[in-house]
T-cell receptor
Framework: AQSVTQPDIHITVSEGASLELRCNYSYGATPYLFWYVQSPGQGLQLLLKYFSGDTLVQGIKGFEAEFKRSQSSFNLRKPSVHWSDAAEYFCAVRAGYSTLTFGKGTMLLVSP | NAGVTQTPKFQVLKTGQSMTLQCAQDMNHEYMSWYRQDPGMGLRLIHYSVGAGITDQGEVPNGYNVSRSTTEDFPLRLLSAAPSQTSVYFC????????????FGPGTRLTVT
């Protein structure tokens, strides 16, 4: 069965600093991978997705993620964090028709 | 398009009561699903459907029923609510073609006392 691990429960980053959120997956076939963001009290919004091709994918709000098959990772990055990026971030892998398996999330806190 | 809509936004139930959480989408998506979100647990799949008349269980189906009589609607029923079902519930939908990201509703916050 597929699984997703997000090793960091909380991360605090200074505004303007770079950000990397880690995601490791376990899946037997070529994965479809996603990053979602959830602001407090809101639903989930898709940041970016990977299914094939270029291993560096660009998303919305200046985020990017790099797929590394050898490390079973799909880390999310942003070169300069803004206060509005404070939210919870979820990595997910797709299996079957459309079934998503989510990681437990990483809460990003942005300090001034 | 309204996207994925959920009602109600908030609900308080007493143990043993029943209720239905409503979910509707106007994107003609074949796939619909229900998740629950609990602190530190991420989102866990309750039930899903790949089309009208077809449903299947996810990771945590116990205590919940679903049906899919139309493409648009996918209600989630709690037959006898328990405090362990206190959670935030999200409905999502997607096509079943290509890299089909899921679109999420705004969620229903349910408290069972």
């Amino acid at each position: 069965a597929q699984s997703v691990t997000q090793p960091d429960i909380h991360i605090t980053v200074s505004e303007g600093a770079s950000l990397e959120l880690r995601c490791n997956y376990s899946y037997g076939a070529t994965p479809y991978l996603f990053w979602y963001v959830q602001s407090p009290g809101q639903g989930l919004q898709l940041l970016l997705k990977y299914f094939s091709g270029d291993t560096l994918v660009q998303g919305i709000k200046g985020f990017e993620a790099e797929f590394k098959r050898s490390q079973s990772s799909f880390n999310l990055r942003k070169p300069s964090v803004h206060w509005s990026d404070a939210a919870e971030y979820f990595c997910a892998v797709r299996a079957g028709y459309s079934t998503l398996t989510f990681g437990k999330g990483t809460m990003l806190l942005v300090s001034p | 398009n309204a996207g994925v809509t959920q009602t109600p936004k908030f609900q308080v139930l007493k143990t043993g009561q029943s209720m239905t959480l409503q979910c509707a989408q106007d994107m003609n998506h074949e796939y619909m699903s229900w998740y629950r979100q609990d602190p530190g647990m991420g989102l866990r799949l309750i039930h899903y459907s790949v089309g009208a008349g077809i449903t299947d269980q996810g990771e945590v189906p116990n205590g919940y029923n679903v049906s899919r009589s139309t493409t648009e609607d996918f209600p989630l029923r709690l037959l006898s609510a328990a405090p362990s079902q206190t959670s935030v519930y999200f409905c999502a939908s997607s096509t079943m073609k290509g890299v089909n990201e899921q679109y999420f509703g705004p969620g229903t916050r349910l408290t069972v006392t």
